[in-house]
């Protein structure tokens, strides 16, 4: 029988990793911002201070070789992205 080996997503690999790291009340904290940070871009069109804040100080705490500068457009959108999407594997889990 032929085995197949499957490549692992990169991505998962990253949320498990950083996952691992988290404390309970961390990964709740995450699923709530990222609630907040809906709502505000959702009703004012911005993005919510004190959930781009944190989602930027874990980013440097679990990527400090990947420099991200909240000035940067870009680096917001991907940051807060990867955040949101943490927060649905929170959630699933």
Not at 1 to 7: A, P, Q, Y
Not at 9 to 17: I, P, R
Not at 48 to 62: D, G, I, K, V, Y
Request: proline share 2%; hydrophobic share 30%; aromatic share 8%.
């Amino acid at each position: 029988m032929e085995r197949v080996i499957t490549k692992p997503n990169n991505m998962q690999n990253q949320f498990d990793v950083v996952l691992s790291k988290l404390t309970e009340d961390e990964k709740d904290e995450i699923v709530k911002l990222k609630e907040q940070n809906l709502k505000d871009m959702n009703s004012k069109n911005t993005y919510n201070n004190t959930a781009l804040n944190h989602f930027f100080n874990l980013w440097s705490r679990h990527f400090p070789q990947v420099r991200q500068s909240k000035n940067c457009k870009g680096c917001r959108k991907s940051v807060v992205a990867f955040y949101h999407n943490l927060a649905d594997v929170i959630t699933k889990k």
